[in-house]
């Protein structure tokens, strides 16, 4: 692929969710990363077919008590716990498309984690727009299957993780749900 190549990154995530996977089934996911001794925690909620992403800075004591406050409706008084902790290794590069828009191709190099033990490993291949929308995704697709890639496992890596069915982690609400809707159910 032509592109200009990204540094590379490393970083572990440890995801959190409750002991019956109240988050996951509602497509959500909370995870605190810690990259080059930095420690943020993020939220995904669905978007559509994407996701919106809420990041803050916060420590091991757990969500930042905004995020807290957002998953009230899904919690409902269940304690989070951490499910999974993950260890990747990020290389990609930024491609041009069409000359119009651009947008970044990574590939994870994914270690599932029991304390220090590496019990499984995979790959991810990802496309982030940095500038553009959804026919930019289309155009770099088509590059990537010239380029011999196929469809893979589309779960999100903490499903992946903990092995769940991609079916029993499928919203509740309708797939073109605003974020807002999917927290609220």
């Keep these: 692929l032509d592109g200009r190549p990204l540094e590379e990154r490393r970083f572990t995530s440890t995801y959190y969710d409750t002991a019956d ?5 509602s497509g959500v996911t909370l995870r ?8 943020v925690w993020q939220l995904k909620v669905p978007r559509g077919s994407a996701r919106v992403e ?12 905004r995020m807290r406050k957002l998953l009230l409706g899904l919690l409902r008084g269940r304690e989070l716990a951490a499910v999974a902790r993950l260890r990747t ?10 000359g119009r828009a651009s947008a970044d191709v990574l590939l994870d190099e994914v270690a599932i984690l029991d304390g220090r033990k590496v019990t499984e490993t995979f790959s991810d291949l990802e ?12 155009d770099v697709e088509r590059e990537l299957r010239k380029a011999g890639a196929r469809r ?11 092995g769940l069915d991609p ?14 809707e999917h927290l609220q159910a």
């Design 127 to 138: 496309v982030e727009v940095v500038d553009g929308d959804e026919h930019t995704l289309e």
């Design 89 to 98: 290794v990020r290389r990609g590069l930024r491609m041009a498309a069409n």
């Design 54 to 65: 809420l990041e803050l800075p916060g420590g091991p004591a757990g969500p930042p008590e």
């Design 167 to 180: 079916q029993a982690a499928l919203p509740a609400v309708r797939p073109d749900a605003s974020p807002v």
């Design 32 to 39: 605190r990363r810690i990259e080059r001794g930095k420690s």
């Design 21 to 25: 996977y109240r988050l996951a089934r």
């Design 152 to 162: 893979g496992d589309p779960r999100p890596k903490v499903l992946r993780a903990l």
